[in-house]
Nanobody, 119 residues
Framework: QVQLVESGGGLVQPGGSLRLSCTAS????????MGWYRQALGKQRELVAT???????NYADSVKSRFTISRDNAKNAVYLQMSSLEPDDTAVYYC?????????????WGQGTQVTVSS
């Protein structure tokens, strides 16, 4: 298990930008994939973007060309640069880190950070 600490959420106007950060506690195990998910009020949690420890990225269609995920393996950190934000991006954003432990992958989640896009 790792502890995930997220930061960077807040209130922003439509068209604005925010950068989310997430840092995982130290671990002897390999963190294979890190990513961001979001859950809007009354909706299911959905994938926003993921990045492997090799740098391969995956994005939800709704955020492609607007959001960029990056990672610092040395710091066990993942970042989400969000631009051209829209009201539909309003949600609690959760960081996820998948650990590879003795042949199995275990997912770990942060507590979430609120992003509100509103004028």
């Amino acid at each position: 298990q790792v502890q995930l600490v997220e930061s960077g959420g807040g209130l922003v106007q439509p068209g604005g930008s925010l950068r989310l950060s997430c840092t995982a506690s130290e671990t002897i195990f390999t963190i294979v994939t890190m990513g961001w998910y979001r859950q809007a009020l009354g909706k299911q949690r959905e994938l926003v973007a993921t990045i492997t420890n090799g740098g391969r990225t995956n994005y939800a269609d709704s955020v492609k060309s607007r959001f960029t995920i990056s990672r610092d393996n040395a710091k066990n950190a993942v970042y989400l640069q969000m631009s051209s934000l829209e009201p539909d991006d309003t949600a609690v954003y959760y960081c996820r880190a998948d650990l590879f432990v003795r042949g199995y992958v275990y997912d770990n989640w942060g507590q979430g950070t609120q992003v509100t896009v509103s004028s």
